[in-house]
C-alpha cells in the first residue's frame, strides 16, 4: 500500500499527529511500508500502534499483528508516533526447545554446585567419606541380614503347612479326600502373601545398598576431583 492509501486507511480512525508521525517513520525508514488489517495476534491499548520489519525489510504498522509476523519481534509507538517499548515476537519450536534444554542445564549446574559445597563443608578428608560409607552400610547390611532370616522362617513354616494341606482338597488328587480347613487355609494364603512382601523387601533393600555404594563412590570421587588429589 502507498502513501495514500495508509492515509485512507487511518483518515477518520487516528488523530492527525499519529499520521503525521507514522507516515515519517515511514519516509524515514523505507520507500515501502505496508500497513496490515488481519486477525489480532497480540494486542495493544486504545491509541497504540505496532511497527515490525518483515523478512524482505518492508516496515509494517497497524494496530494488530498478523499471524504470519507473530514470531518478528515489534514497537509499541504511542498516539504521537514515539515508540513505548519492544515486545518479543513469539518464539518457534526450536526456540522454545533451546530455552528449555538451557533452562534444564542451569538447574543442573546449580544443583551440582550445591552438592559440591555441602560435600566440602560436611568432609575433610576422603577417609572421613569412607567412614560414613561403612557406618551406612553396616546397617542396610544388617537389614538385609535380619530381613533373609525371618523369609527363610516365613518359608520353612509355609513348607511345613503345604505338606499337611496336601492331604485335603484342592491339593490332594485322591476323590475322596476331604476339603482344606479354613483355618489351615488362611494361615497359607496369609504366609504366601507374606513371603511375597518379604521377598520384595529383600529385592528392595539390595538395590538400596547398590545405589548407597555409588552414591558414596561418586562423592569419594568429586571430592578428590575437587581438592586436587
Known amino acids: 500500500m502507498g502513501l495514500s492509501g495508509i492515509s485512507r486507511a487511518y483518515r477518520g480512525t487516528w488523530p492527525l499527529a499519529v499520521l503525521l508521525a507514522v507516515l515519517l517513520a515511514l519516509l524515514a525508514s523505507q520507500p515501502a511500508a505496508a500497513v496490515t488489517k488481519k486477525p489480532r495476534q497480540s494486542g495493544a491499548t486504545t491509541g497504540e500502534v505496532y511497527r515490525w520489519v518483515d523478512n524482505e525489510g518492508v516496515v509494517h504498522f497497524g494496530d494488530q499483528v498478523p499471524a504470519e509476523y507473530a514470531p518478528i519481534d515489534r514497537q509499541v509507538l504511542n498516539q504521537y508516533g514515539v515508540p513505548l517499548r519492544t515486545e518479543q515476537g513469539a518464539m518457534t519450536e526450536e526456540e522454545l526447545a533451546a530455552e528449555k534444554k538451557a533452562a534444564a542445564e542451569k538447574k543442573a549446574a546449580l544443583v551440582a554446585a550445591r552438592r559440591d559445597e555441602v560435600l566440602l563443608s560436611t568432609y575433610l578428608s576422603v ?103
Open 127 to 229: 577417609a572421613e567419606i569412607e567412614a560414613l560409607r561403612d557406618r551406612r552400610m553396616e546397617l542396610i547390611n544388617g537389614q538385609f541380614s535380619v530381613t533373609k532370616t525371618y523369609l527363610q522362617s516365613l518359608k520353612d513354616r509355609l513348607s511345613q503347612l503345604q505338606q499337611e494341606a496336601v492331604n485335603f482338597k484342592p491339593y490332594s488328587t485322591d476323590p475322596a479326600a476331604e476339603p482344606i480347613d479354613g483355618r489351615l487355609a488362611k494361615e497359607l494364603s496369609d504366609l504366601a502373601d507374606s513371603v511375597a512382601l518379604y521377598e520384595k523387601t529383600l529385592l528392595e533393600t539390595r538395590s538400596r545398598q547398590n545405589r548407597v555404594v555409588m552414591a558414596f563412590d561418586a562423592d569419594i570421587a568429586r571430592f578428590k576431583e575437587l581438592k586436587g588429589l
